[in-house]
């Protein structure tokens, strides 16, 4: 991956998004990432500095935990380019899933959440499984409820 060399947040979410795309991309010979506005590509995935946990209530687990960050993954030409922005991890009546903004700058769920473990080096790891409205975010090649890396959140 190449993005950011600035040290990762010790506050903040962790995600790969899912290692078999971006081994995919790898491959590729136009290739294009970014990690922006915050984020930064570590060895372990992408990392998003906490922003605001204002909305989230750690005793309940009920809430909204806003981070801050823009990675942008590009190839094919421009035919694929994908977006994942300024995450938001959210626990409702719906459940508990992950929102990011896409390429076209709208809000997408792009992860629905599984239970929380603790995580290797602190903090909680989360699975992820993709959501019927982000299977267009990866070009319909991959179907709703597939895996995703895990959600890492440290810090909060």
């Given at each position: 991956?190449?993005?950011?060399?600035?040290?990762?947040?010790?506050?903040?979410?962790?995600?790969?998004?899912?290692?078999?795309?971006?081994?995919?991309?790898?491959?590729?010979?136009?290739?294009?990432?970014?990690?922006?506005?915050?984020?930064?590509?570590?060895?372990?995935?992408?990392?998003?500095?906490?922003?605001?946990?204002?909305?989230?209530?750690?005793?309940?687990?009920?809430?909204?935990?806003?981070?801050?960050?823009?990675?942008?993954?590009?190839?094919?030409?421009?035919?694929?380019?994908?977006?994942?922005?300024?995450?938001?991890?959210?626990?409702?009546?719906?459940?508990?899933?992950?929102?990011?903004?896409?390429?076209?700058?709208?809000?997408?769920?792009?992860a629905a959440l599984g239970t929380p473990r603790s995580a290797g080096g602190g903090g909680i790891e989360i699975p992820a499984a993709l959501t019927a409205e982000a299977v267009a975010c990866f070009n319909d090649v991959y179907p709703e409820g597939t895996g995703l890396?895990?959600?890492?959140?440290?810090?909060?």
């Amino acid at each position: 991956m190449v993005g950011s060399t600035a040290p990762a947040p010790l506050r903040g979410m962790r995600w790969g998004i899912k290692a078999s795309f971006l081994a995919y991309l790898a491959h590729l010979p136009d290739t294009a990432m970014s990690a922006t506005d915050g984020a930064v590509d570590s060895p372990e995935g992408f990392v998003f500095p906490l922003e605001d946990a204002s909305d989230f209530d750690a005793r309940t687990g009920a809430g909204e935990l806003r981070f801050r960050g823009d990675v942008r993954l590009r190839g094919h030409g421009g035919m694929l380019s994908v977006r994942f922005a300024n995450p938001r991890v959210t626990v409702d009546d719906v459940g508990p899933w992950l929102s990011v903004e896409d390429a076209a700058g709208a809000r997408r769920r792009v992860a629905a959440l599984g239970t929380p473990r603790s995580a290797g080096g602190g903090g909680i790891e989360i699975p992820a499984a993709l959501t019927a409205e982000a299977v267009a975010c990866f070009n319909d090649v991959y179907p709703e409820g597939t895996g995703l890396d895990p959600v890492v959140i440290r810090g909060v």
